[in-house]
């Protein structure tokens, strides 16, 4: 905290005071020693049965307008003759 947090002023230190007054009203002030340990997630039943059912695919529409047969000569413009 002293060459982090303090000189970026992200926390600050409690003074005795404050600290009184926390005790006043309750607050737990005791070290979390699980504060930033990574702890795998607990597997659920629900998360098992999701794993179990099988995968259904995306199937991306097809635009049909664009595989529909047309008339491409009418589209084509006839060149100019020189």
Known sequence: MRNRWFPSRIA??????QLKQLEKDGVDTS????????VPLEETEEDQDLLQMPKQ???RPIEID???VREPWRSI?????H
């Open 12 to 17: 600050d230190y409690v003074t005795p005071v």
């Open 57 to 59: 695919h995306y199937v």
């Open 31 to 38: 070290r979390d020693f699980t504060f930033g340990v990574r």
């Open 77 to 81: 413009k006839p060149r100019a003759k």
């Open 66 to 68: 664009m595989l529909s």
